[in-house]
């Protein structure tokens, strides 16, 4: 079997962000990609990467924090967009690598929002469990697939706030133990809608704490 120093002279790696070839990230994306800042909601008092804060009027079970890590724009919009439509899965590993080093890591288990059937069917896999993965194994953190989706669901692409909320009302399950502490995890962000239903579900199965992530913010 080739080794990966052969396979790489072979087969250069070409950055997710621009293709230059050397490395997965360069470093001129790394230093384009603009880390989001840490913000408290000045109504609720909770760290929120979205604004307007969605978890002040969404009532109970929502998340304590719900973070991001880089805005989605320039090189990082277009590493996600390969990690999710390209067949790129090895580009979470850089990717979270750079998130370390740039933003917060919130506590608990780490949970990644699941994918529809049919979505991970064609992708071959689940961009937010591939993320929780390597999250898990670059800090030691444990990870569970404990959220499913009990139904699928249209993409939100150009939904307001709350005809997503609406329409992800009841889509999720929770599977499995109940750790005490956990960490929701997904590629992006946009209005909060997903991480919000995710937490209420995790909340009803009787998790204390839910605290969010995503890599990035759009």
Not at 30 to 55: D, K, N, T
Not at 144 to 157: C, I, Y
Not at 171 to 196: C, H, M, Q, R, S
Request: with cysteine; hydrophobic share 40%; aromatic share 6%.
């Amino acid at each position: 079997m080739l080794g990966d120093s052969v396979l790489d002279f072979l087969f250069p790696p070409r950055c997710g962000g621009c293709g230059r070839p050397g490395g997965w990230i360069c470093e001129a994306c790394r230093r384009s990609a603009r880390p989001v800042p840490i913000a408290h909601c000045r109504a609720c008092g909770r760290v929120s990467a979205v604004g307007p804060c969605p978890m002040c009027a969404a009532g109970p079970g929502c998340p304590e924090t719900m973070a991001a890590w880089f805005f989605l724009e320039g090189p990082i919009r277009e590493v996600i967009h390969r990690i999710k439509y390209e067949d790129r899965p090895g580009l979470a590993g850089p990717l979270v690598a750079m998130g370390l080093e740039a933003g917060q890591l919130p506590p608990g288990v780490l949970v990644p929002v699941p994918l529809g059937r049919l979505r991970r069917r064609r992708r071959g896999y689940n961009q937010a469990d591939v993320i929780a993965r390597r999250i898990a194994a670059l800090t030691g953190r444990r990870c569970v697939a404990g959220l499913w989706r009990v139904r699928e669901t249209e993409a939100q692409v150009g939904r307001s706030g709350e005809e997503r909320r609406r329409a992800l009302e009841g889509a999720f399950a929770w599977k499995g133990p109940i750790p005490g502490e956990v960490l929701l995890v997904d590629d992006v962000v946009t209005t909060g809608a997903t991480l919000l239903e995710c937490a209420r579900t995790a909340r009803a199965a009787g998790v204390e704490r839910v605290h969010a992530l995503a890599v990035a913010l759009g």
